[in-house]
């Protein structure tokens, strides 16, 4: 009996929670609730500047000026003078912009090598997002889905990066970051120790691993994020330089699509269309 009475009662328990929840399921959606979604919508574009800017707080998804969103283009900077160094390796490189796909030796053009810093943070401008850990924050760039590490925990930049003596670090194609809260509202970020193998941007300008680059990012409102950039490299430039400033606005949805450069398809379309295509004479000489 006493089964018989347990069943019974939690019978009439899930009967309950289940008309509940069947009652909860048909009411109407509030006008103001956010529904979860799986893609990325540039039309769903932030309105105004959203209020006041969070303090010391990146956190979240922006869209930047490829995205489809609206976003303004930034301004590039100018042409950088170089020692004679810097200009025998620059020209050596083949940009996209003035030698076209069957004419560049761009490594991410032709096999899709990673971008490498800085020339992920200001070429294919189309997202990124910023996730905060304990000591460290993270950058996350939406084109080849890469991430990089900036310690905020007090450290040095490392000073003998692609030295032989012993447990010196190795260069990396993002480099070693360390960033800091410059007022409440701009994170500055400094890097050196990148590997030469990669491009400054889609012009070609080269660098040493020794070069230093700065990010500045200026949160001007909630809804609107400023980047500059600038680069010191001595052996390679007589002064130091600003490739740029770059803008970007808050994703309401919070999505990033997937943009990655596959080694295949780029196989497939410089054999059936890139390198056919031949050389551009006429073409332009490329963005700085």
Request: proline share 9%; glycine share 10%.
């Amino acid at each position: 009996m006493r089964n018989l009475f347990t069943g019974a009662i939690i019978g009439v328990v899930v009967l309950s929670l289940s008309s509940l929840a069947m009652a909860q399921a048909a009411q109407p959606q509030q006008a103001n609730q956010v529904i979860p979604v799986w893609k990325y919508d540039p039309a769903d574009r932030a309105v105004g500047t959203g209020g006041p800017a969070p303090r010391r707080d990146l956190s979240g998804s922006w869209a930047g000026p490829r995205s489809g969103a609206g976003v303004p283009d930034g301004q590039r900077g100018e042409p950088p003078p170089m020692t004679p160094m810097g200009k025998q390796l620059f020209e050596q490189n083949k940009p996209l912009g003035k030698f076209s796909p069957a004419g560049t030796n761009d490594p991410t053009v032709r096999t899709c090598d990673p971008y490498g810093f800085p020339r992920n943070a200001i070429d294919e401008i189309r997202g990124l997002a910023f996730a905060t850990m304990p000591g460290r924050i993270v950058v996350l760039e939406q084109f080849q889905d890469i991430w990089r590490e900036v310690w905020m925990d007090g450290r040095e930049l490392p000073k003998n990066v692609g030295a032989t003596e012993k447990n010196s670090p190795d260069p990396k194609y993002n480099g070693y970051s360390v960033g800091h809260w410059e007022d409440d509202y701009t994170l500055v970020i400094d890097t050196t120790g990148i590997d030469e193998r990669t491009w400054l941007s889609g012009a070609g300008y080269p660098h040493t691993m020794n070069a230093h680059v700065q990010e500045r990012y200026k949160r001007t409102s909630h809804n609107d994020l400023e980047l500059t950039v600038t680069v010191d490299d001595p052996a390679l430039y007589t002064k130091p330089f600003s490739l740029g400033k770059f803008n970007f606005r808050w994703v309401p949805n919070q999505m990033l699509d997937e943009k990655l450069c596959v080694p295949s398809d780029v196989i497939e379309y410089l054999k059936a269309v890139g390198d056919p295509a031949g050389s551009d004479p006429n073409a332009n000489t490329g963005r700085f």
